[in-house]
C-alpha cells in the first residue's frame, strides 16, 4: 500500500510527460521490490547449521551421551517453530515429559519461520557448549547476510526464535543434569573380577555413570528397556562367557594377522566415533578429536535428507525424531552399562590370557554392556526407516573427515548391523553385547515410532503402550 500511494503521487505530478514517468516508475517498482524482499532460507542452511554444532562438539570434546543431548533439545527448539508453517506436523508439546506448549508466535509480525527456527536452533546448541564464541561468530555472519536482505522480518523473527529457544532452556534445565555434574565419581569395585575396572592407555574413571538420572524425552523411564542378561561371568573354558571371551581375543589377531588389507579392520575404523582417543609416545601424548556414534547417525540422517531432497520442514523433523531417539537411547544403554557394571575384554584378556594383547580400537572409559553403539544404532536405524522407508541405500561419507573411505549400505538395518558388529572388531565387546544391544535399541526404536506422533498424518492420540 506504502508503495502505491508513491506511484500515485507521481503518476499525477508526471503527467504527459513519458520519459520522466517511466524513469520514475522504474524506480519506484525497484524500491517496491526491496520493501518486499523475502529471506529466501533452504534445508542446505539447516544442515550447515547442524554441521557447525557438530564441529564445535568435536572441538570441546564431548563424551556421546552429553552430545546426545546437544543435538536432542536443539533440534526440539527448531522443530516447534517450523511445524507452525505449515498443517503437516503435530507439536511434541506434552508428547516429551514437561514439554509445555512454546510461545505464540505475534500474528501482526513479520515473521520467517524457517528464520526463526535457525536462529532457536543456534541459540539452544550455543547454550549447551564451551566454545560458544564459535557458534556466535558464525551465527552473526548469518544475522548479517539476513538483516541486509529484509531488516524488519529479520529483527522479528530473531526475536520470535530467541523466545522459543529461552522455553526450550527452561525446560532442558529441569532435565536434572546439571545435579549430575555434582555427583560423586563412579566407585570402581577391584575385589570382584566381573567388575569394570580403568583401561589402558589412559585408565580414565567411568564415564557419566549417573546419566540414567537424565530424565528422557519419550521412553517411560531409563529401565524401559532393560536388556536380557549376559551369559554369567566364567574363567572356566567351555563356558559361554568365556568362550565369547576368546572370541574377541582371536577375532582381534586375526585381524592383526591380516594387516591393511582386512575389511573388518575397515570397519572397525569406520565406526570408531571414539571422541577422544589418547596416543602415548614416550613422554608425550596427543589427542585425536573425532564425531560420536550419535553424530555419526546424524550424519546418515543428513545424507538420507539430501538424497530425498526433503524440504526445511521435513529435514528439521527428521534430524528432531533421530535426535530424540538417539538421547534416550543413550539413557537406555547407560542404564545398563553401570547396572550391570561389566568389565572390558581387554582387562581380562591381559589379565588371564596375553599381557601384551592390545584391542584394534582404544577400549573407552565405562562398562562393557550393553554396546553404545549397538543400542544407539539399533534405535536409530529403526526410525530412520519408518521415516525414509526400508531398503533405502545410501553413500556413508561421514568419515571422510578423518581420512577413512566412503561405505555403501543397502538399508538403514545394515548399516546398524555393521556398527555394531565393528565393535567385536575392535576388540572392545564381547558378542552378547552387540546381538542384546541391537535387539535393546529395536526396540527402543520401535517405541518411539509407534508413541510419538509427529506427523498430522499420524495424529492420533499418542498410545502409551
Request: glycine share 4%; net charge negative.
Amino acid at each position: 500500500m506504502k508503495c502505491f500511494n508513491k506511484w500515485s503521487k507521481i503518476n499525477v505530478i508526471t503527467k504527459g510527460k513519458s520519459l520522466f514517468l517511466i524513469t520514475s516508475s522504474l524506480l519506484f517498482l525497484n524500491a517496491c521490490q526491496k520493501e518486499e524482499k523475502q529471506i529466501v532460507i533452504t534445508a542446505e542452511d539447516y544442515h550447515n547449521a547442524v554441521d557447525k554444532i557438530t564441529e564445535v562438539m568435536v572441538h570441546d570434546i564431548f563424551s556421546p551421551p552429553v552430545a546426545s543431548r546437544i543435538y536432542n533439545y536443539a533440534n526440539i527448539a527448531a522443530y516447534e517453530v517450523i511445524r507452525q508453517e505449515g498443517k503437516d506436523y503435530n507439536t511434541l508439546s506434552n508428547q516429551l515429559h514437561n514439554l509445555k506448549n512454546i510461545p505464540v508466535a505475534d500474528t501482526t509480525k513479520h515473521i520467517n519461520h524457517k528464520l526463526s527456527a535457525l536462529v532457536a536452533y543456534m541459540e539452544v546448541g550455543k547454550s549447551l557448549l564451551f566454545s560458544e564464541d564459535r557458534v556466535e561468530a558464525y551465527r552473526d555472519s548469518l544475522y548479517g547476510s539476513w538483516e541486509l536482505q529484509n531488516e524488519e522480518i529479520f529483527n522479528d523473527s530473531k526475536t520470535y526464535g530467541l523466545a522459543v529457544a529461552e522455553h526450550i532452556k527452561i525446560w532442558y534445565a529441569s532435565d536434572n543434569y546439571a545435579q549430575t555434574r555434582t555427583m560423586p565419581k563412579f566407585s570402581v569395585n577391584t575385589e570382584d573380577p566381573s567388575r569394570w575396572q580403568p583401561t589402558p592407555p589412559d585408565y580414565m574413571d567411568g564415564i557419566e555413570p549417573h546419566w540414567k538420572k537424565i530424565r528422557p524425552s519419550i521412553i517411560d523411564s531409563s529401565s524401559q528397556f532393560k536388556p536380557a542378561r549376559y551369559p554369567d561371568f566364567s574363567l572356566e573354558k567351555d563356558t559361554p562367557f568365556y568362550k565369547e571371551l576368546m572370541e574377541t581375543y582371536e577375532v582381534g589377531n586375526t585381524i592383526k594377522e591380516e594387516g591393511e588389507k582386512s575389511e573388518k579392520l575397515e570397519i572397525a575404523q569406520f565406526w570408531d566415533c571414539n571422541p577422544y582417543v589418547s596416543t602415548h609416545k614416550g613422554h608425550l601424548m596427543f589427542a585425536t578429536k573425532k564425531i560420536t556414534p550419535g553424530a555419526h547417525w546424524i550424519g546418515i540422517c543428513k545424507i538420507a535428507c539430501k538424497k530425498t531432497n526433503a524440504d526445511f520442514a521435513k529435514t528439521v523433523f527428521a534430524y528432531t525424531k533421530t535426535s530424540i531417539t538417539i538421547a534416550d537411547a543413550f539413557i537406555s544403554c547407560w542404564d545398563e552399562k553401570y547396572r550391570s557394571n561389566l568389565i572390558r575384554p581387554e582387562t581380562l584378556i591381559n589379565q588371564h590370557i596375553d599381557e601384551n594383547w592390545t584391542p584394534v580400537l582404544q577400549t573407552p572409559p565405562f562398562p562393557e554392556y550393553t554396546s553404545g553403539h549397538s543400542v544407539v544404532s539399533g534405535a536409530a536405524s529403526t526410525v530412520l526407516t519408518d521415516i525414509f522407508g526400508d531398503n533405502f541405500s545410501f553413500d556413508d561419507d561421514t568419515e571422510l573427515q578423518y581420512g577413512l573411505p566412503v561405505r555403501s549400505f543397502v538399508s538403514f538395518n545394515q548399516a546398524a548391523d555393521e556398527a555394531a558388529v565393528s565393535r567385536l572388531y575392535g576388540g572392545i565387546h564381547y558378542r552378547a553385547a552387540i546381538d542384546l544391544g541391537l535387539d535393546q535399541g529395536r526396540a527402543l526404536g520401535s517405541f518411539v515410532v509407534r508413541k510419538l506422533k509427529m506427523n498430522i498424518s499420524n495424529s492420533e492420540v499418542a498410545s502409551s503402550n
